[in-house]
């Protein structure tokens, strides 16, 4: 194998990734790690397809958004 590009090395790779998380932070967003089974992290994935989505985190968001949806209106 090759050296790897600059922008490929593990330094510069943490930095982006800790660049990342402090922007969510700043956004006002916490990290979760789930451990969910197969046919949930399935049917999150399919939804994020079939809406375009980003990733799993904006499918989520949507199901507890019409969950929240849902409660208002019964209560």
Do not use: C, F, W
Not at 46 to 67: F, P, V, Y
């Amino acid at each position: 194998m090759g050296l790897m590009p600059p922008s490929h090395t593990r330094a510069a790779i943490a930095a982006k990734v800790r660049a990342y998380r402090e922007r969510q932070v700043a956004a006002g967003n916490k990290e979760l790690t789930l451990h969910l089974p197969a046919d949930a992290v399935d049917y999150l994935d399919a939804l994020k397809t079939e809406l375009g989505l980003r990733n799993r985190s904006q499918a989520l968001m949507m199901l507890i958004e019409q969950g929240r949806e849902a409660i208002r209106q019964t209560a």
